[in-house]
């Protein structure tokens, strides 16, 4: 399995902006997915994660009300929109798949695959 990310740039605070994290498998549902971040000098932290049907999904409690997980089944992507964005929201922002047992824990050991990240810059 492949992931890609698309989608990042800079923003201004309160900006918004779409993630996109295409998967080369056919089945990617065969995958839960989940996007971590990792800002300069600090460790990756799950933000957003979603399991293979889209029915579970979690949140890590900076960004609730803020930014939205969902996946595109047919077009094996999942997606991250990312709305009120504050400058401590900067940093690399990986998809990562995941074929174990869905949980919530953001263990970066659970998830196999990643994608080479992208970067989103929270600045005026």
């Known amino acids: 399995l492949q992931l890609a990310e698309s989608g990042g740039g800079l923003v201004q605070p309160g900006g918004s902006l779409r993630l996109s994290c295409i998967a080369s498998?056919?089945?990617?549902?065969?995958?839960?997915i989940a996007w971590f971040r990792q800002a300069p000098e600090k460790e990756r932290e799950g933000v957003a994660c979603?399991?293979?049907?889209?029915?579970?999904?979690h949140y890590v409690d900076s960004v609730k009300g803020r930014f939205s997980i969902s996946r595109d089944q047919a077009k094996n992507t999942v997606d991250l929109q990312m709305n009120s964005l504050k400058p401590e929201g900067t940093g690399i922002y990986y998809c990562?798949?995941?074929?174990?047992?869905?949980?919530?824990?953001?263990?970066?050991?659970?998830?196999?695959?990643w994608g080479q990240g992208a970067q989103i810059t929270v600045s005026s």
């Open positions: 990562a798949a995941s074929t174990l047992g869905y949980n919530e824990r953001f263990d970066v050991d659970d998830f196999r695959y």
């Open positions: 498998e056919q089945d990617s549902s065969y995958f839960n």
């Open positions: 979603i399991s293979r049907s889209g029915e579970r999904i």
